[in-house]
Protein backbone atom coordinates (compact mmCIF):
# COMPACT_ATOMS: atom_id res chain seq x y z
CA UNK A 1 0.00 0.00 0.00
CA UNK A 2 1.61 3.23 -1.48
CA UNK A 3 1.18 6.71 0.73
CA UNK A 4 1.91 9.79 -1.87
CA UNK A 5 2.69 12.94 0.18
CA UNK A 6 1.77 16.24 -1.66
CA UNK A 7 3.06 18.85 0.37
CA UNK A 8 6.24 17.77 2.74
CA UNK A 9 6.69 20.60 4.69
CA UNK A 10 5.86 20.22 9.08
CA UNK A 11 2.99 18.79 8.47
CA UNK A 12 3.61 16.59 5.63
CA UNK A 13 7.12 15.20 6.68
CA UNK A 14 5.53 14.60 10.48
CA UNK A 15 2.72 12.44 8.34
CA UNK A 16 6.02 10.62 6.46
CA UNK A 17 7.47 10.16 9.81
CA UNK A 18 4.68 9.04 11.77
CA UNK A 19 3.60 6.58 9.07
CA UNK A 20 7.55 5.29 8.93
CA UNK A 21 7.26 4.85 12.69
CA UNK A 22 3.83 2.86 12.56
CA UNK A 23 4.69 0.55 9.52
CA UNK A 24 8.35 0.73 9.12
CA UNK A 25 8.12 -0.90 5.45
CA UNK A 26 5.67 1.50 4.61
CA UNK A 27 6.03 2.88 0.77
CA UNK A 28 6.01 6.45 0.49
CA UNK A 29 6.15 8.95 -1.86
CA UNK A 30 7.06 12.73 -1.35
CA UNK A 31 6.04 15.28 -3.97
CA UNK A 32 6.92 18.98 -3.61
CA UNK A 33 5.19 22.08 -5.27
CA UNK A 34 6.28 22.05 -9.11
CA UNK A 35 6.76 18.57 -9.41
CA UNK A 36 4.63 16.45 -11.29
CA UNK A 37 2.35 14.27 -9.47
CA UNK A 38 2.60 11.14 -11.59
CA UNK A 39 4.33 9.79 -8.81
CA UNK A 40 1.11 9.75 -6.97
CA UNK A 41 -0.71 7.57 -9.40
CA UNK A 42 -1.08 3.94 -7.95
CA UNK A 43 -1.20 5.52 -4.47
CA UNK A 44 -3.87 3.89 -1.91
CA UNK A 45 -3.95 7.26 0.28
CA UNK A 46 -2.78 10.48 -1.21
CA UNK A 47 -2.49 13.44 1.77
CA UNK A 48 -2.47 16.82 0.43
CA UNK A 49 -0.50 18.76 2.88
CA UNK A 50 -0.39 21.75 1.02
CA UNK A 51 -1.24 25.48 1.77
CA UNK A 52 -4.97 25.93 1.63
CA UNK A 53 -4.70 27.86 -2.18
CA UNK A 54 -2.57 25.22 -3.34
CA UNK A 55 -5.10 22.70 -1.65
CA UNK A 56 -7.80 24.08 -4.17
CA UNK A 57 -5.61 24.42 -6.56
CA UNK A 58 -4.76 20.43 -7.06
CA UNK A 59 -8.06 19.51 -6.37
CA UNK A 60 -8.83 21.44 -9.70
CA UNK A 61 -6.05 20.90 -11.77
CA UNK A 62 -5.59 17.02 -10.70
CA UNK A 63 -8.46 15.56 -10.25
CA UNK A 64 -7.72 12.33 -12.29
CA UNK A 65 -4.93 11.59 -10.25
CA UNK A 66 -6.82 11.92 -6.67
CA UNK A 67 -9.96 10.36 -8.19
CA UNK A 68 -8.03 7.17 -7.69
CA UNK A 69 -6.91 6.72 -4.42
CA UNK A 70 -8.67 7.76 -1.51
CA UNK A 71 -7.71 11.61 -0.78
CA UNK A 72 -6.78 13.50 2.27
CA UNK A 73 -5.97 17.13 3.00
CA UNK A 74 -4.53 18.86 6.16
CA UNK A 75 -5.85 22.23 5.19
CA UNK A 76 -7.26 24.36 8.01
CA UNK A 77 -10.63 25.02 6.41
CA UNK A 78 -12.88 22.69 5.44
CA UNK A 79 -15.75 24.04 3.67
CA UNK A 80 -13.87 25.55 0.37
CA UNK A 81 -12.31 22.73 0.13
CA UNK A 82 -14.87 19.72 0.49
CA UNK A 83 -17.30 21.51 -1.71
CA UNK A 84 -14.76 22.12 -4.38
CA UNK A 85 -14.03 17.91 -4.72
CA UNK A 86 -17.29 17.48 -4.76
CA UNK A 87 -17.45 19.62 -7.64
CA UNK A 88 -14.63 18.35 -9.15
CA UNK A 89 -16.37 14.40 -8.84
CA UNK A 90 -14.29 13.06 -5.95
CA UNK A 91 -16.69 10.12 -3.93
CA UNK A 92 -13.21 9.36 -2.22
CA UNK A 93 -11.64 12.89 -0.55
CA UNK A 94 -12.52 13.37 2.94
CA UNK A 95 -11.55 16.25 4.05
CA UNK A 96 -9.24 16.57 7.28
CA UNK A 97 -7.50 19.15 9.31
CA UNK A 98 -4.84 18.27 12.25
CA UNK A 99 -4.70 19.80 15.10
CA UNK A 100 -1.56 20.08 15.47
CA UNK A 101 1.24 22.20 15.01
CA UNK A 102 4.85 23.71 15.80
CA UNK A 103 6.57 27.37 16.72
CA UNK A 104 8.54 26.83 13.40
CA UNK A 105 7.26 25.59 9.95
CA UNK A 106 9.21 23.37 7.32
CA UNK A 107 10.04 19.75 7.29
CA UNK A 108 13.23 20.44 9.89
CA UNK A 109 10.54 20.81 12.63
CA UNK A 110 8.87 17.24 11.63
CA UNK A 111 8.23 14.92 14.35
CA UNK A 112 7.18 11.73 14.66
CA UNK A 113 4.57 12.20 17.16
CA UNK A 114 3.62 15.24 16.44
CA UNK A 115 -0.68 13.81 15.71
CA UNK A 116 0.11 11.62 18.90
CA UNK A 117 -3.56 11.63 20.79
CA UNK A 118 -4.33 14.82 19.03
CA UNK A 119 -7.76 15.58 17.07
CA UNK A 120 -7.87 15.35 13.54
CA UNK A 121 -10.68 16.40 11.86
CA UNK A 122 -12.47 14.36 9.57
CA UNK A 123 -15.59 15.83 6.96
CA UNK A 124 -16.33 13.42 4.87
CA UNK A 125 -19.45 15.66 3.06
CA UNK A 126 -20.68 13.15 0.40
CA UNK A 127 -17.61 10.69 0.13
CA UNK A 128 -18.27 6.95 -0.26
CA UNK A 129 -18.23 5.23 3.04
CA UNK A 130 -15.65 2.92 3.05
CA UNK A 131 -13.15 6.02 1.75
CA UNK A 132 -14.06 7.32 5.64
CA UNK A 133 -13.44 4.38 6.71
CA UNK A 134 -9.87 3.94 4.92
CA UNK A 135 -9.21 7.30 6.16
CA UNK A 136 -9.83 7.03 9.83
CA UNK A 137 -8.11 4.34 9.95
CA UNK A 138 -5.03 6.46 8.35
CA UNK A 139 -4.75 9.24 11.09
CA UNK A 140 -5.25 6.04 13.63
CA UNK A 141 -1.90 5.05 12.27
CA UNK A 142 -0.24 8.19 12.58
CA UNK A 143 -1.29 8.34 16.29
CA UNK A 144 -4.30 10.87 15.99
CA UNK A 145 -7.52 10.84 17.30
CA UNK A 146 -9.98 10.54 14.24
CA UNK A 147 -13.37 13.08 14.90
CA UNK A 148 -15.82 13.22 12.43
CA UNK A 149 -17.58 16.12 11.56
CA UNK A 150 -21.07 14.95 9.42
CA UNK A 151 -21.99 18.49 7.75
CA UNK A 152 -20.54 20.57 4.99
CA UNK A 153 -17.19 21.89 6.97
CA UNK A 154 -19.04 25.07 8.32
CA UNK A 155 -19.16 23.34 12.11
CA UNK A 156 -15.36 23.25 11.86
CA UNK A 157 -14.53 26.58 9.63
CA UNK A 158 -16.56 28.61 12.32
CA UNK A 159 -14.85 26.83 15.64
CA UNK A 160 -11.31 27.47 13.57
CA UNK A 161 -12.10 31.05 13.09
CA UNK A 162 -12.69 31.13 17.32
CA UNK A 163 -9.97 29.06 18.35
CA UNK A 164 -7.44 29.37 15.94
CA UNK A 165 -7.97 31.72 13.00
CA UNK A 166 -8.93 35.09 15.52
CA UNK A 167 -5.94 34.11 18.29
CA UNK A 168 -3.49 34.39 14.69
CA UNK A 169 -5.01 37.34 13.74
CA UNK A 170 -5.36 39.32 17.24
CA UNK A 171 -0.98 38.14 17.90
CA UNK A 172 -0.20 39.47 14.68
CA UNK A 173 -1.65 42.38 15.40
CA UNK A 174 -0.61 42.60 18.64
CA UNK A 175 3.02 42.43 17.64
CA UNK A 176 2.50 45.15 14.89
CA UNK A 177 1.16 47.82 17.85
CA UNK A 178 3.45 46.89 20.02
CA UNK A 179 6.87 46.86 18.05
CA UNK A 180 5.86 50.46 16.71
CA UNK A 181 4.62 52.02 20.18
CA UNK A 182 7.76 50.49 21.86
CA UNK A 183 10.23 51.23 18.67
CA UNK A 184 13.93 50.29 20.29
CA UNK A 185 12.69 49.35 23.68
CA UNK A 186 10.87 46.19 22.33
CA UNK A 187 13.82 44.02 23.76
CA UNK A 188 12.87 45.06 27.25
CA UNK A 189 9.59 43.08 27.23
CA UNK A 190 9.09 40.25 29.53
CA UNK A 191 7.53 36.78 28.90
CA UNK A 192 4.00 38.48 28.59
CA UNK A 193 4.52 40.18 25.01
CA UNK A 194 6.39 36.88 24.20
CA UNK A 195 3.96 34.23 25.52
CA UNK A 196 1.38 36.02 23.95
CA UNK A 197 2.75 36.77 20.37
CA UNK A 198 4.46 33.58 19.61
CA UNK A 199 1.92 32.70 16.99
CA UNK A 200 3.10 36.07 15.08
CA UNK A 201 6.26 34.84 14.32
CA UNK A 202 3.78 32.40 11.72
CA UNK A 203 4.42 32.45 7.84
CA UNK A 204 1.70 35.20 6.70
CA UNK A 205 2.03 32.89 3.11
CA UNK A 206 0.79 29.65 4.54
CA UNK A 207 -1.50 32.34 6.50
CA UNK A 208 -3.00 34.06 3.72
CA UNK A 209 -5.33 31.79 2.12
CA UNK A 210 -6.71 30.53 5.61
CA UNK A 211 -8.14 33.88 6.63
CA UNK A 212 -9.49 35.02 3.12
CA UNK A 213 -10.95 31.17 2.65
CA UNK A 214 -12.64 31.55 6.16
CA UNK A 215 -13.40 35.57 6.25
CA UNK A 216 -16.87 34.99 6.26
CA UNK A 217 -16.04 33.60 9.92
CA UNK A 218 -13.54 35.63 10.51
CA UNK A 219 -14.69 38.85 10.00
CA UNK A 220 -17.39 39.11 12.30
CA UNK A 221 -15.29 38.13 15.54
CA UNK A 222 -12.09 40.49 14.39
CA UNK A 223 -15.20 43.15 14.43
CA UNK A 224 -16.90 42.11 17.59
CA UNK A 225 -13.19 42.34 18.92
CA UNK A 226 -12.84 45.51 17.87
CA UNK A 227 -15.95 46.79 19.45
CA UNK A 228 -14.33 44.75 23.02
CA UNK A 229 -10.81 47.12 22.91
CA UNK A 230 -12.60 50.06 22.35
CA UNK A 231 -14.79 49.42 25.36
CA UNK A 232 -11.70 48.76 27.53
CA UNK A 233 -10.20 51.70 26.08
CA UNK A 234 -13.20 53.90 27.38
CA UNK A 235 -13.08 51.27 30.87
CA UNK A 236 -9.34 51.41 31.93
CA UNK A 237 -10.31 53.62 35.43
CA UNK A 238 -13.48 51.82 35.48
CA UNK A 239 -12.81 49.16 38.19
CA UNK A 240 -15.77 47.35 38.32
CA UNK A 241 -15.52 46.46 34.37
CA UNK A 242 -11.73 45.77 34.72
CA UNK A 243 -12.76 43.04 37.37
CA UNK A 244 -15.13 41.97 35.37
CA UNK A 245 -13.38 41.41 31.84
CA UNK A 246 -10.68 39.44 33.61
CA UNK A 247 -12.89 37.56 35.94
CA UNK A 248 -14.81 36.58 32.50
CA UNK A 249 -11.47 35.48 31.02
CA UNK A 250 -9.85 33.91 33.68
CA UNK A 251 -13.08 31.38 34.08
CA UNK A 252 -13.04 30.49 30.48
CA UNK A 253 -9.20 30.55 30.31
CA UNK A 254 -9.72 27.56 33.71
CA UNK A 255 -11.69 25.51 30.85
CA UNK A 256 -8.80 24.85 28.46
CA UNK A 257 -6.62 23.12 31.44
CA UNK A 258 -6.96 19.39 31.60
Known amino acids: MRTA ?5 LIGHSVALALRRAEPDASIVAIDRGQSLDAARGAAVIVLAAPVDVILELIERHADVLRAA ?5 GSIKRAIVLAARKAGLDRFVGGHP ?16 FSGQPWFLVP ?14 VERLGARPVVLE ?21 SVLMT ?22 LAA ?13 AAELRPLLLEMSVELRQ ?5 DDGDAIRELFANASRSRATLDP
Do not use: C, K, Y
Open 5 to 9: IIGPG
Open 70 to 74: VTLDT
Open 151 to 171: DDGTEHDRAMAAVSHLPQAVA
Open 125 to 138: HGALPEALSEARSF
Open 99 to 114: MAGAATSGPSAARDDL
Open 177 to 198: VAARAAGARLSWAGSGLRDTTR
Open 202 to 214: SDGAVWHGILSSN
Open 232 to 236: LADQL
